[in-house]
């Protein structure tokens, strides 16, 4: 199973990738970039597997290094087992100049996301958007939500956190009080002209999935022997 079908990050940002293998034993997962595999010894990225032996499955993370236009493309991930492969679903992983930050917050704090580009814009026009009932909409000032622009070491900072450096010192700051569970949803901004963030879910603490747990969820199994039961999820 990959956790999603397309991933975008902000150029020069980190981004991960996941999938899961359920079978009796760790197994022995390739990623696969545009068809071709993904070498160990590629220092563009960093592969990390997992194995689960309570739920009897093997997490594989790929991670880009920074995210560039030649990371751009279609991943999947594949195992072989008694010379039977088997492929998850693709990936289409992109890359944007937009970021946004994200957190877990606690019931009644105060959250504050913040947007930037990496690109140059002479515009510092925002928009942040929040996904509520399944369908998108831009966020309005109110007494508990205020949107404002930042400059200079506000955006180096928000930069750092989202693992990038350099570039323009365009952003913009959301900050949300009193936040509740109504709040806690999917965001993601606009900023200059230059297109839509990677989209961020922020979650209460206390509504974080056990990422675990959620590794016994079924789909569809291939019984490859008697002996061993693959689950590509």
């Known amino acids: 199973m990959v956790t999603q ?27 696969y970039h545009d ?12 592969q990390t597997d997992t194995w ?4 009897q499955t093997t997490v594989s993370q790929l991670k880009v290094e920074a995210m560039s236009g030649s990371e751009q493309g279609t991943y999947t991930c594949r195992v072989t087992v008694n010379s039977n492969t088997f492929s998850s679903d693709p990936i289409t992983a992109s890359e944007t100049s937009v970021g946004l930050t994200g957190v877990y917050p606690e019931q009644g704090s105060t959250v504050t996301l913040f947007c930037v580009t990496t690109a140059t814009t002479t515009s510092t026009a925002v928009t942040f958007s929040s996904h ?3 369908v998108w909409g831009p966020l309005t000032q109110s007494s508990r939500v205020i949107i404002s622009s930042i400059s ?3 955006v180096a900072a928000a930069k750092a956190t989202l693992g990038v ?27 200059g002209g230059q297109g839509s963030s990677p989209v961020v879910p922020v979650s209460l603490v206390s509504l ?13 199994s291939v019984q490859v022997t008697p002996a061993v039961m693959v689950t590509l999820r």
């Open 132 to 134: 509520a009932n399944g």
């Open 5 to 31: 079908t397309a991933a975008r990050q902000l150029r020069g940002a980190p981004l991960q990738m996941e999938c899961s293998l359920r079978a009796e034993s760790k197994q022995s997962i390739e990623w």
């Open 152 to 154: 200079g070491g506000s």
């Open 165 to 191: 450096s350099g570039g323009a010192s365009t952003g913009a700051s959301l900050v949300i009080s009193n936040f509740g569970a109504a709040d806690a949803t999917s965001y993601k901004c606009e900023i």
């Open 52 to 55: 689960y032996a309570e739920d």
């Open 208 to 220: 974080v999935p056990d990422k675990t747990k959620a590794l016994v969820e079924t789909s569809t």
């Open 35 to 46: 068809n071709v595999l993904v070498s160990p010894s590629n220092t563009a990225y960093t």
